[in-house]
T-cell receptor, first 113, second 114 residues
């Protein structure tokens, strides 16, 4: 069964460093999303991406964040200068079209120290 | 804008007992409704969804949910739970007419005891 794959499963980084979280969506999907879940809190929408551009972003998704689909298969989330409060589980999701649900990856746990 | 309220942060229950996890939503437009489950140290898995049609929706693992438009609720039920149902359950909404960003509730931790 096709699935969304995220790497790495756990990343530890020092405050101020750049991190790139990687996702391989389901191959024929067109809609891509990043969500995050701070420990013990709700899952929050970060950004949606369609047709090679951001279609919507939340107030959390500030200039420190960027997304890219560099090669038609990967979908990445970059955090330029990490802060302690960026520590969270980051989920990638993809959807086939505007009327189907998104499928979530297993998540990347980011720990900023 | 949409919002989701899950009324119980934790629900303890004995194995083989019935359970109901409550979800209420607020929206000025029609919505699609979802329940996701998150097992320990795992990602989010779709349990069931309501898009349109019958208000009683059946999902995986014996779960079902009923959409009640007048009460703006989408409660999740299972007639007999197993130890393996211990997990975090999230209710979510998105405006209908297109799959957009999901707005999640805070989650309900279901703890099934032997």
């Amino acid at each position: 069964e096709p699935e969304v794959t995220q790497t790495p499963s756990h990343q530890v980084t020092q405050m101020g460093q750049e991190v790139i979280l990687r996702c391989v969506p389901i191959s024929n999907h067109l809609y891509f999303y990043w969500y995050r879940q701070i420990l013990g809190q709700k899952v929050e929408f970060l950004v949606s991406f369609y047709n090679n551009e951001i279609s919507e972003k939340s107030e959390i998704f500030d200039d420190q964040f960027s997304v890219e689909r560099p090669d038609g298969s990967n979908f990445t989330l970059k955090i330029r200068s990490t802060k302690l409060e960026d520590s969270a589980m980051y989920f990638c999701a993809s959807g086939g079209n505007a009327n189907t649900e998104a499928f979530f990856g297993q998540g990347t746990r980011l720990t900023v120290v | 804008a949409q919002s989701v309220t899950q009324l119980d942060s934790q629900v303890p229950v004995f194995e083989e007992a019935p359970v109901e996890l409550r979800c209420n939503y607020s929206s000025s437009v029609s919505v699609y409704l979802f329940w996701y489950v998150q097992y320990p140290n795992q990602g989010l898995q779709l349990l069931l969804k309501y898009l349109s049609g019958s208000t009683l929706v059946k999902g995986i693992n014996g779960f079902e949910a009923e959409f009640n438009k007048s009460q703006t609720s989408f409660h999740l039920r299972k007639p007999s739970v197993h130890i393996s149902d211990t997990a975090e359950y999230f209710c979510a909404v998105t405006p209908s007419g297109g799959y957009n960003k999901l707005i999640f509730g805070a989650g309900t931790r279901l703890a099934v005891h032997p």
